[in-house]
């Protein structure tokens, strides 16, 4: 048996729960986790949490590559991110955050199949912290599996549980309209008028990389990705609706994890003109240094962009999804007439934000770059992906952190934006 709902029923993380957990934390503060440590007993790993009160958790483990996830209410990390451990007994490595709001998650990838042969809270002694313990026991790939499979049906007969008990107070679902074959064939080819915004002003999505469970790249001086982008997309937003001509949305505003998917959407459903998606790259060349804006393409415009693409496609997969319901090939393209408008808009934006860009910080040879980003691919939103500089060079890294660089390069970003509308009403006009 490998899930293990420790006085939780199946809804855990559902919307009640969330809720519930948030509305007590405004009473309460979060719990605190003030240490991590990692023993080797035998053949078993053993893993404990120090935490200021007693928690309740979830533990279940996913395959391809082999993790165990610990859900836990929402939680402070006061971790030394420095000393977190890694590679020890079955442990390859850990990382951990908020995972949604009112869940923190904990993910651990783990060096084989394993089973979670124990897990429980300990009370405090003398006067000490609670302890959350789990023991980490190699398993052969096929008992791996059968596990699985039981955790999988559970979660289904908790879902379809859940699902019984919901709908009759639900509204009835709306009939979606069927399409002849004709019909089909055309809609693809046809992008949905845009509503003028409320305001008159252009929607920006500004999308900061990562976040929460999902750090991104670790720079060389520790910079967690998550924590500079989000710093960026801030300092875009401001000098964007300094202009008085832009309305900014952020996918997030604060240290969470998001799905990729659910970054696209947090853009479409407010309308937005054009994604922007910032990230730092870090590379083994602790050299390599410069600026570089990626749009989507069928097919990688070089060898790095390809495995950046491949890279940065991964964020589910860190933060602990079980993707193996989804098609596998995240970077696989449905081309439509659409979204090749739509991917030449993308590819203007990118010029024009390089134009602008080269005037303030140093760029990356070719500086504008393809590939298959699972985050840029929204069929009727011209998307870009900004990766501002490498946390694997310490210039980079440092002006990153710097605010006033930050600045410059969002006012750059800021004239290239114009520069696309401007040219997008002439295109309107003749
Ligand atoms: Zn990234």
């Not at 006061?78 to 990382?95: C, F, I, T, Y």
């Not at 790249?217 to 998550?226: A, S, W």
């Amino acid at each position: 048996m490998v899930l293990f709902a420790v006085g939780l029923g199946a809804t855990f993380g559902s919307v009640s729960v969330a809720e519930g957990a948030s509305a007590q934390n405004q009473i309460q503060r979060e719990a605190e986790i003030s240490d991590v440590r990692i023993g080797q007993h035998g053949q078993r790993t053993r893993v404990v949490l120090d935490v200021d009160r007693e928690l309740k958790f979830e533990i279940f483990t996913l395959p391809d590559p082999y993790r165990v996830v610990v859900n836990l209410p929402e939680v402070l990390w006061k971790l030394d991110d420095a000393a977190v451990p890694e590679n020890k007994g079955l442990l390859s490595r850990m990382r951990y955050g908020l995972f949604a709001p009112g869940t923190s998650r904990m993910v651990l990838d783990v060096k084989g199949p394993v089973n979670v042969a124990n897990s429980f809270m300990l009370k405090p002694v003398n006067g000490g912290r609670w302890r959350f313990v789990m023991d980490l026991a190699p398993t052969s790939e096929t008992e791996f599996l059968e596990a699985l499979a039981q955790q999988r049906a559970k979660a289904r007969q908790s879902l379809d549980e859940l699902v019984a008990k919901v709908t009759p107070d639900s509204p009835p679902v709306l009939a979606t309209p069927t399409l002849s074959k004709d019909q089909r064939a055309t809609s693809v080819a046809v992008i949905a008028p845009r509503r003028p915004s409320v305001s008159g002003k252009r929607i920006i999505a500004i999308d900061a990389g990562h976040g929460g469970v999902d750090p991104g790249t670790i720079g060389v001086g520790k910079t967690y990705e998550k924590n500079v982008t989000l710093a960026m997309a801030r300092d875009l937003r401001t000098a964007l609706e300094a202009t008085g001509r832009y309305k900014v949305v952020l996918t997030r505003d604060r240290d969470i994890f998001l799905r990729l998917r659910d970054r696209v959407q947090v853009a479409r459903d407010a309308n937005a003109d054009l994604f922007i998606s910032i990230h730092a790259d870090s590379v083994p060349n602790r050299k390599t240094r410069g600026l570089s804006i990626y749009t989507l393409s069928e097919r990688a415009s070089d060898k790095e962009a390809a495995k950046l693409a491949a890279k940065e496609n991964k964020s589910d997969l860190i933060a602990g999804i079980d993707l193996s319901s989804e098609s596998k090939d995240v970077t696989n393209i449905l081309l439509d007439l659409a979204q090749r408008e739509t991917m030449n808009q993308s590819a203007r934006l990118a010029q024009e934000l390089v134009g602008e860009l080269r005037r303030q910080v140093m760029l990356l040879p070719n500086s504008h770059r393809f590939a298959g980003f699972a985050v840029l691919k929204a069929p009727d939103m011209p998307s870009v992906l900004v990766e501002a500089g490498f946390l694997s060079n310490r210039q980079d890294e440092r002006n990153l952190l710097n605010s006033g660089y930050r600045q410059s390069m969002a006012g750059a970003m800021v004239k290239g934006i114009d520069q696309h509308f401007i040219g997008t009403e002439e295109a309107r006009i003749h």
